[in-house]
């Protein structure tokens, strides 16, 4: 019996095997490829940009990461940073590429000494694109180097095309785009034209690096007295047909001097200061009609130099009011002077025509239109200058007051 119920169980598993490999009961089963997705790691470009900058911390830009501080690495885990050699052991011991990002918040003490806290990397991205570049200002007429302009009031309006020092073209979409190229390339310029928007909503064009240091004059109220716009980029105003010689010194309202040697560094202080400053005697000047150097270390040698240029400008006596107002509120204002500034906008009148004035370089458009009939021009009422030392308004209501004031101030 047992023998039997043996076989018949054979029986049965071969038939149900016969049945199962029938080709016509096969039911064929395709398996799926496996869907492996690797795990994506966001590697924050502001690390490429790191530099050793003191003992105090790592320098990104103008400002330093202070110490200590951690950085995370792909796996997770984090490395404190407390020095120079820590870090060079770090990148070390695991490659810039294992490290991917800060770990927020982060110390970080600016250009001018000031330590703040931020929180993210966006608040991290814009403090170092905002940092004015110290260099490049000369590299090309076209080109302006990148840096964020929220400092002066003005925002990017995007797209804007780009170009590296290489002379490879890129577009930017967005703020995050230009902070994360401008920490991977360098040198990295703006192509011009540029348009900008101001605090109030209104497009400004940049053309050239001239429009955009007269944007920033217009943001910031930095007054410059002569306007010293100099070099091969930079447009000469303020010396008739003679061009400003490197070095020179400016002179800032407290009296302190500071030297400039060359394009970069006069587009450094410009954006580095807020206050009034001037052209310091001596300096000197070349006559591009004849080549001849000119040293200039007064007022009357200043007032010679224009006159070789075919600008005559008459200064009587102090207790004389017989030259126009307009000649003695605009050139006898400054620190060697009579120590103040006019302030804008401001008018004169010519011929029946109402001009504009935002700034020094506005009046000696206008003197230079009228240099051979100054006494056309006349000051359209009131007008007010600021006390440098005091920082007092007074306010002109005629020719007399202003004659009155110099008399006093000389």
Same mark, same amino acid.
């Given at each position: 019996?047992?023998?039997?119920?043996?076989?018949?169980?054979?029986?049965?598993?071969?038939?149900?095997?016969?049945?199962?490999?029938?080709?016509?009961?096969?039911?064929?089963?395709?398996?799926?490829?496996?869907?492996?997705?690797?795990?994506?790691?966001?590697?924050?470009?502001?690390?490429?940009?790191?530099?050793?900058?003191?003992? +105090?911390?790592?320098?990104?830009?103008?400002?330093?990461?202070?110490?200590?501080?951690?950085?995370?690495?792909?796996?997770?885990?984090?490395?404190?940073?407390?020095?120079?050699?820590?870090?060079?052991?770090?990148?070390?011991?695991?490659?810039?590429?294992?490290?991917?990002?800060?770990?927020?918040?982060?110390?970080?003490?600016?250009s001018e000494g000031n330590i703040s806290q931020?929180?993210?990397?966006?608040?991290?991205?814009?403090?170092?694109?905002?940092?004015?570049?110290?260099? *490049?200002?000369?590299?090309?007429?076209?080109?302006?180097?990148?840096?964020?302009?929220?400092?002066?009031?003005?925002?990017?309006?995007?797209?804007?095309?780009?170009?590296?020092?290489?002379?490879?073209?890129?577009?930017?979409?967005?703020?995050?785009?230009?902070?994360?190229?401008?920490?991977?390339?360098?040198?990295?310029?703006?192509?011009?034209?540029?348009?900008?928007?101001?605090?109030?909503?209104?497009?400004?064009?940049?053309?050239d690096v001239d429009s955009f240091f007269a944007?920033?004059?217009?943001?910031?109220?930095?007054?410059?007295?002569?306007?010293?716009?100099?070099?091969?980029?930079?447009?000469?105003?303020?010396?008739?047909?003679?061009?400003?010689?490197?070095?020179?010194?400016?002179?800032?309202?407290?009296?302190?001097?500071?030297?400039?040697?060359?394009?970069?560094?006069?587009?450094?202080?410009?954006?580095?200061? +807020?206050?009034?400053?001037?052209?310091?005697?001596?300096?000197?000047?070349?006559?591009?009609?004849?080549?001849?150097?000119?040293?200039?270390?007064?007022?009357?040698?200043?007032?010679?130099?224009?006159?070789?240029?075919?600008?005559?400008?008459?200064?009587?006596?102090?207790?004389?009011?017989?030259?126009?107002?307009?000649?003695?509120?605009?050139?006898?204002?400054?620190?060697?002077?009579?120590?103040?500034?006019?302030?804008?906008?401001?008018?004169?009148?010519?011929?029946?025509?109402?001009?504009?004035?935002?700034?020094?370089?506005?009046?000696?458009?206008?003197?230079?239109?009228?240099?051979?009939?100054?006494?056309?021009?006349?000051?359209?009422?009131?007008?007010?200058?600021?006390?440098? *030392?005091?920082?007092?308004?007074?306010?002109?209501?005629?020719?007399?007051?202003?004659?009155?004031?110099?008399?006093?101030?000389?």
């Open positions: 019996m047992n023998s039997l119920f043996k076989i018949s169980v054979l029986l049965l598993f071969a038939g149900l095997l016969s049945t199962a490999c029938d080709k016509e009961n096969f039911d064929e089963i395709t398996p799926e490829a496996p869907d492996y997705q690797p795990d994506t790691v966001e590697v924050n470009n502001l690390m490429i940009a790191l530099r050793p900058n003191s003992s +105090d911390g790592l320098a990104l830009g103008c400002i330093t990461i202070n110490y200590p501080f951690d950085l995370l690495q792909e796996s997770g885990d984090s490395i404190t940073i407390s020095s120079d050699a820590d870090f060079d052991a770090a990148l070390a011991l695991v490659g810039l590429e294992q490290v991917v990002d800060f770990v927020f918040p982060l110390s970080v003490t600016d931020v929180a993210d990397n966006e608040e991290l991205g814009l403090a170092f694109a905002s940092c004015v570049p110290n260099g *490049n200002w000369t590299y090309s007429p076209g080109l302006l180097p990148v840096f964020l302009f929220e400092d002066w009031c003005y925002s990017l309006v995007y797209p804007v095309s780009l170009e590296d020092g290489d002379g490879n073209a890129y577009t930017v979409n967005t703020e995050q785009e230009l902070i994360d190229l401008f920490a991977t390339v360098s040198p990295l310029f703006y192509v011009l034209p540029l348009t900008v928007t101001d605090v109030d909503g209104n497009q400004v064009v940049i053309d944007a920033v004059d217009s943001c910031v109220g930095t007054t410059i007295t002569p306007p010293v716009i100099v070099g091969a980029v930079f447009q000469i105003e303020g010396f008739g047909c003679n061009e400003l010689v490197f070095p020179f010194n400016l002179e800032l309202s407290d009296g302190s001097v500071v030297t400039i040697n060359d394009e970069d560094d006069y587009a450094n202080f410009v954006l580095g200061n +807020d206050e009034n400053f001037q052209l310091a005697y001596p300096f000197s000047l070349v006559n591009l009609i004849t080549g001849d150097t000119l040293n200039i270390d007064t007022d009357d040698a200043f007032i010679e130099s224009l006159e070789a240029c075919g600008i005559i400008i008459i200064i009587e006596e102090p207790d004389s009011c017989s030259a126009p107002a307009h000649i003695f509120l605009f050139f006898n204002q400054g620190i060697i002077q009579c120590n103040y500034t006019v302030n804008y906008p401001a008018q004169v009148e010519a011929e029946g025509v109402i001009y504009d004035l935002d700034d020094m370089n506005d009046y000696f458009a206008v003197y230079n239109m009228y240099s051979s009939q100054i006494d056309a021009i006349d000051i359209v009422y009131p007008i007010s200058i600021t006390l440098v *030392n005091s920082g007092d308004i007074i306010e002109f209501n005629s020719d007399a007051e202003i004659c009155a004031f110099i008399n006093d101030c000389g």
